[in-house]
């Protein structure tokens, strides 16, 4: 296998527009944030892209803020801000945790939130964490900005709904709810990889009633995707042990589960009702 990307040219842009213009003008460009994903895919040669347009060195995109009724995580944080943040840990721990399991020290020292987000790997645990957060994220292109709420982000394996001059500048995290968490079982056994199956799931109790739920699961099928039937199901429970073993029965409810190199069909479907449960467990408790 070789090492070695095909030839491209690089820029290293000061602004989000500068940026975006480089996007426009030139075919076959891509962002490069953290560059965990990016970098190995063109050495593999699986990504040839004509121009990298570096972000990293963009002012004003590495923080996190709080915007009163929800965070705003910008395109330049890394993992490991997003984990150990104490906003973040407190309003969407679901999105911390899945940051904390993400890869190595390196990886999560390096890669960004967002770059994962618009990386759209079909395994990739930030993914399930801000659909189940009920995230919204904000893209900027030629024409100005847009906000793409996360059920309309993930298109399909490895492609999101951003265009290929559009840059995610941040992804918006609604506060609000009871709780909040992520769960998985990474590719080596661990959890510190990328996902066989994993789910994250956000509450909102009242008077011991659930009132609200939203679930998702990834690592399972072509895409981070809403876990519905679970959502239905537990919504009008106390959320006791036993109403979350028969809310994640339904886990892949309307799931196309795939088969890969890291289990079978049954085995992910069995996961995935494993790990929701879990979640939920964790997010009610
Ligand atoms: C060894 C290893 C282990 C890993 N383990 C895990 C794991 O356990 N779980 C997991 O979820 N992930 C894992 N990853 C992936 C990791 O989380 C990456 O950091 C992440 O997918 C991409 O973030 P990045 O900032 O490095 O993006 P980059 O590599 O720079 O970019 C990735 C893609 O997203 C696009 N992009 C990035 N930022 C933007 C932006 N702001 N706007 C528009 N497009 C953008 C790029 O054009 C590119 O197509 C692993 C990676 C490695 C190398």
Same mark, same amino acid.
């Given at each position: ?45 699986l990504l040839s892209p004509t121009t ?17 009724? !929800? ?7 890394? !993992? ?38 618009? !990386? ?97 699961l990834t690592g399972v099928g072509t ?5 519905r039937g679970v959502e239905e199901a ?35 479907? !069995? ?15």
């Amino acid at each position: 296998m070789t090492m070695y990307p095909r030839k491209f040219d690089y820029v290293a842009v000061g602004s989000v527009a500068e940026a975006v213009e480089a996007l426009r003008a030139t075919e076959g460009a891509k962002v490069m944030a953290g560059g965990m994903s990016l970098l190995p895919l063109m050495k593999m040669r699986l990504l040839s892209p004509t121009t990298v347009v570096d972000i990293g060195r963009v002012p004003g995109l590495d923080s996190i803020e709080d915007r009163g009724d !929800h965070l705003a995580i910008g395109a330049l944080v890394r !993992h490991a801000d997003t984990a150990a943040n104490e906003l973040v840990r407190t309003h969407a721990p679901a999105l911390a945790t899945a940051a904390s399991l993400t890869g190595d020290v390196q990886v999560r020292n390096r890669g960004t939130t967002c770059g994962s987000l618009a !990386h759209a790997d079909l395994a990739a645990d930030q993914t399930a964490a801000v659909l189940a957060l009920g995230a919204t994220l904000v893209a900027q292109g030629p024409s100005g900005t847009r906000e793409i709420p996360a059920d309309e982000f993930f298109v399909d394996t490895l492609t999101s709904a951003l265009e290929p001059d559009e840059v995610l500048v941040e992804v918006r995290i609604p506060k609000g709810g009871t709780g909040s968490a992520y769960d998985k079982l990474g590719r080596r056994g661990g959890r510190s990889d990328y996902a066989v199956a994993g789910a994250a799931a956000w509450v909102e109790r009242s008077n011991g009633t659930v009132t609200a739920a939203r679930v998702a699961l990834t690592g399972v099928g072509t895409k981070p995707t809403r876990a519905r039937g679970v959502e239905e199901a537990i919504v009008g429970t106390d959320g006791s042990a036993s109403a979350i073993e028969a809310a994640a029965r339904r886990a892949v409810e309307g799931v196309t589960v795939l088969e890969d190199l890291y289990g079978s069909e049954e085995y992910k479907a !069995h996961l995935a009702e494993v790990y929701v449960a879990r979640a939920l467990a964790a997010a009610l408790g």
